[in-house]
C-alpha cells in the first residue's frame, strides 16, 4: 500500500516536472515562421563604473592641459586560447588599449587618439587633410598582459545517507605591466606592475536516496565568478593612476590616494607609494623642527619677515646692530623661486616657478603659489640659527622626498 503511494505520488512529480520543462521550452517558439520571436529582456544597459574612478576623477586639474598623452600598444601576451563548441577565442580581452585611453580622459589629461590613426592618414594622402595641424603627443602608454596562471583549487563533498554539501574553489592570477615614454627621447618616465588573483566557487547541496526500487538524485547548486576582463580594467585603471602619480608631486595626489577602497586594490611599494611616505616623513620633520625652535621672551622679542626686495635692520632693547649682524640684501632660501629642476618641484610643490615657452613641457603638474610666512625671533644669532636650519631641510627634502630623484627622468635639467 505504501509502495503504491510512493509511486504515485513520483509518478505525478515526474509529470509535473516534464509539463514545466515543455513550457519553458516553448517561451522561444514562434507560432508562425512569418513572426518573430519574443526576446528575453534583461537587466538595463548602464555605464561602467570601477572603485578606482573617483581616484582618476580627483586627478582633474592636477595635470597639465599643455601636455599631450597618447595610447599605444597594449596587447595580450598571455599566449592562452579558449576552445568552445562556438569556436576558438582569447581567454582575455584584445581592448586594453581602449580601456586604459578611458582611464586617462576620466583623469582630464589632454589626451590625443592614436588607437585607430587610418582615417587621419588617409585623408592626409588624398590631400584634403594638412598634417602639419595634427598634434604630437609628448607621453604615450604602452604594455601588455602577459600572465595568466591557473591555480589548483580545493573543495569537499561531503555526504551522509546520501545527502551532504559540496563545495570547490578555483582561481586565476593575472598579472600586467604599462609603460609610460616620453615620445621626443623615447625614455620611459614611469612604470607599474600590477597583478590580481581571481576567485571561482561552486557550492550546493546533493541528495540521492531509494524510494523502493526507484533512484531519487536531486542535485542544487550554484557557481560565482569574478568577471575575469571587468577585473582587468579594474587592474588597467588603477595602474592608470598609478603612472600619472608618478610624474606629479605627492602633495597633488595625496588626497586622491585616499578615496582608493584598499579591498579593491592597494599600491604599496610602488614609486608613487614610497614618494608619498618620504613626503610625509619630511613634513613631520620639518613641522617637529619648527616646534623646537627656542622661543624668545616677550620683551626681546621681534617680529621680522622675510621679504627678498628689502635688508632688515634688527634692533635689540634700542641699540642698532652691528654690519656684522645686519641681513644682506639677499633673497631667503625659502623664498627664492625653484630651479629648473623636477626635483626642486617635488621638494616645494606649492612653489610658482617662472617658465619659459622652452621649458614648458618640463612640468606636467600645475603648481600653487606659496603665502608669504612670518618668523618669530628673539636675537640675531635665534634668526641665523633657524636659518641654517632652513636651509638644512631644503637639502634633506631634495634626497629624501623623492626615491629616486638622482636617476629620475624628471629631475634632470638638461632635458631639451
Not at 603612472?243 to 604599496?268: D, K, M, W
Not at 627678498?308 to 632693547?317: G, R, V, Y
Not at 629620475?408 to 638638461?414: D, E, H, I, L, R
Request: hydrophobic residues 35%.
Amino acid at each position: 500500500m505504501l509502495n503504491c503511494r510512493i509511486k504515485g505520488t513520483l509518478s505525478s512529480l515526474g509529470v509535473v516536472i516534464a509539463i514545466s520543462q515543455v513550457v519553458a521550452g516553448c517561451t522561444g517558439l514562434a507560432p508562425s515562421n512569418k513572426k518573430p520571436v519574443a526576446l528575453v529582456q534583461g537587466p538595463p544597459i548602464t555605464d561602467i563604473f570601477t572603485p578606482f574612478d573617483m581616484a582618476l576623477s580627483c586627478l582633474k586639474g592636477q595635470l597639465r592641459n599643455d601636455v599631450n598623452f597618447s595610447v599605444g600598444a597594449i596587447l595580450d601576451q598571455t599566449g592562452k586560447d579558449l576552445v568552445t563548441d562556438g569556436g576558438t577565442g582569447k581567454m582575455v580581452t584584445q581592448g586594453a588599449g581602449d580601456m586604459v585611453q578611458s582611464a586617462l580622459f576620466q583623469a582630464g589629461v589632454s589626451l590625443l587618439n592614436r588607437r585607430d590613426p587610418r582615417i587621419i592618414e588617409s585623408e592626409a594622402k588624398w590631400g584634403i587633410r594638412d598634417p602639419r595641424n595634427i598634434q604630437a603627443s609628448n607621453y604615450y602608454v604602452t604594455g601588455s598582459i602577459n600572465s595568466l596562471d591557473f591555480i589548483p583549487g580545493g573543495g569537499f563533498d561531503m555526504q551522509i545517507g546520501g545527502v551532504g554539501p559540496t563545495y570547490s574553489q578555483t582561481r586565476i592570477m593575472v598579472g600586467l605591466d604599462l609603460s609610460l615614454t616620453d615620445t621626443r627621447t623615447s625614455r620611459v618616465v614611469a612604470n607599474v606592475s600590477l597583478q590580481k588573483q581571481i576567485v571561482a566557487q561552486d557550492y550546493g547541496v546533493n541528495a540521492g536516496r531509494f524510494a523502493g526500487h526507484t533512484l531519487l538524485n536531486i542535485q542544487i547548486g550554484k557557481g560565482e565568478r569574478e568577471a575575469t576582463n571587468f577585473a582587468l580594467r579594474q587592474m588597467l585603471n588603477l595602474a592608470t593612476f598609478e603612472l600619472l602619480s608618478q610624474v606629479i608631486p605627492p602633495n597633488a595626489f595625496e588626497s586622491c590616494r585616499t578615496v582608493i577602497p584598499p579591498e579593491y586594490g592597494q599600491l604599496n611599494l610602488t614609486r608613487s607609494a614610497v614618494a608619498l611616505h618620504r613626503y610625509r616623513t619630511s613634513q613631520q620633520q620639518q613641522s617637529q623642527t619648527e616646534n623646537t625652535v627656542p622661543q624668545a621672551s616677550p620683551t626681546n622679542e621681534t617680529t621680522a619677515v622675510v621679504d627678498p626686495n628689502k635688508s632688515a635692520d634688527l634692533t635689540h632693547n634700542g641699540t642698532a646692530v652691528t654690519d656684522k649682524n645686519k641681513l644682506t640684501d639677499k633673497p631667503n632660501k625659502g623664498t627664492q623661486p625653484p630651479k629648473q629642476k623636477e626635483s626642486d618641484l617635488i621638494q616645494d610643490p606649492d612653489a610658482e616657478p617662472e617658465m619659459s615657452k622652452q621649458d614648458l613641457i618640463k612640468y606636467i603638474s600645475k603648481d600653487q603659489p606659496t603665502p608669504l610666512k612670518q618668523t618669530k625671533v628673539g636675537k640675531v644669532g635665534d634668526l641665523k640659527k633657524v636659518e641654517n636650519e632652513k636651509e638644512d631641510d631644503q637639502l634633506q627634502q631634495l634626497w629624501s622626498v623623492n626615491p629616486a630623484v638622482v636617476e629620475n627622468y624628471w629631475s634632470t635639467p638638461q632635458r631639451d
